[in-house]
């Protein structure tokens, strides 16, 4: 029965890829008995946050999670080509990277988006998100809620900021 085993439960981009290099350091540190770590580099807050919430419903409630906050400037989009069963058809994105290019296109996202449609919404997105204290304030917002959702179901966490300068703005 897995759900006796104490899990540890790793969300985050790159920043959080590397906790894999230490995973029975992390075993003895947190008296866990598995460490799963669900980094992805290039990852989103949004997609670290439900990928945790995926994994709980598709397995069961970890011990404890461990989500370093990712830059803000990254979201996620509904437009991927292939469907992924813990992050559906979302596609990872980045308003200071307009990364999509007709090859990453005809490979990685669904024909129904169309292809000049999807680059001027990208060049109009950085225009618009250079000042990026708003998205900060939706981060906020995100990791409040989560947090509440962590310490609802009992599981122990550990979020920190990994990648962002948060300059006062007034």
Not at 125 to 146: A, C, R, W
Request: aromatic share 12%.
């Amino acid at each position: 029965d897995n759900t006796a085993q104490k899990t540890l439960l790793i969300s985050g981009c790159s920043y959080g890829v590397i906790f894999s290099n230490i995973e029975n350091s992390l075993k003895k540190l947190f008296e866990v008995d598995h460490v799963v770590n669900l980094s992805e580099g290039g990852a989103s807050l949004d997609r670290c946050i439900r990928v945790v919430i995926e994994w709980i419903a598709q397995n069961h409630t970890p011990y404890m999670v461990i989500l370093p906050v990712t830059h803000s400037h990254r979201f996620d989009l509904p437009i991927a080509k292939d469907f992924d069963p813990l992050h559906n058809l979302h596609y990872k994105c980045c308003w200071h990277n307009t990364r999509i290019n007709e090859e990453l296109y005809e490979r990685d996202i669904n024909p129904l988006i169309h292809f000049e449609s999807l680059r001027d919404f990208f060049k109009q997105g950085v225009m618009v998100h250079q000042i990026e204290h708003p998205s900060q304030d939706y981060n906020f917002v995100k990791l409040l809620t989560f947090q509440a959702f962590l310490q609802i179901n009992g599981i122990h966490h550990l979020i920190y900021d990994s990648a962002n300068y948060y300059q006062k703005v007034w």
